[in-house]
């Protein structure tokens, strides 16, 4: 098996991230009615830029969308996978209505 380096995730999640959010929500407030189109197409969109970015790599791609009222929110996640080529990152993204969140776990194949 050949080996397998990553190219780190952080920097260029942050930039495919940004752009779909961008592109996707933009400026729009929040509506209840389009969370779930807005978070189907993020992850949609980011999952077809990251597999063309560094294959052989599978990814699970989590995106949560609030309303920005002052609540709180707390999340945490675990895996038990290979440090050496796996990684997980998380990009936070805003505008005046609300909080997007976007979470993405990479595994070597």
């Known amino acids: 098996m050949a080996e397998v380096y990553p190219i780190p995730l952080n920097g260029a999640l942050e930039r495919i991230a940004k752009d779909v959010f961008e592109t996707t929500i933009g400026g729009s407030s929040y509506q209840q009615s389009r969370v779930n189109q807005w978070t189907t197409m993020v992850i949609e ?22 309303e920005k009222t002052g609540a709180g929110l707390q999340a945490a996640n675990s895996c038990f996978w290979n440090n050496s080529t796996d990684e997980t990152s998380t990009v936070h993204w805003e505008n005046n209505s609300m909080h997007c969140i976007l979470t993405v776990f990479s595994m070597a194949i």
Do not use: D, G, T
């Open 45 to 66: 969109q980011c999952l077809s830029q990251l597999s063309s970015l560094r294959p052989p790599f599978k990814y699970i791609v989590s995106c949560a969308i609030m």
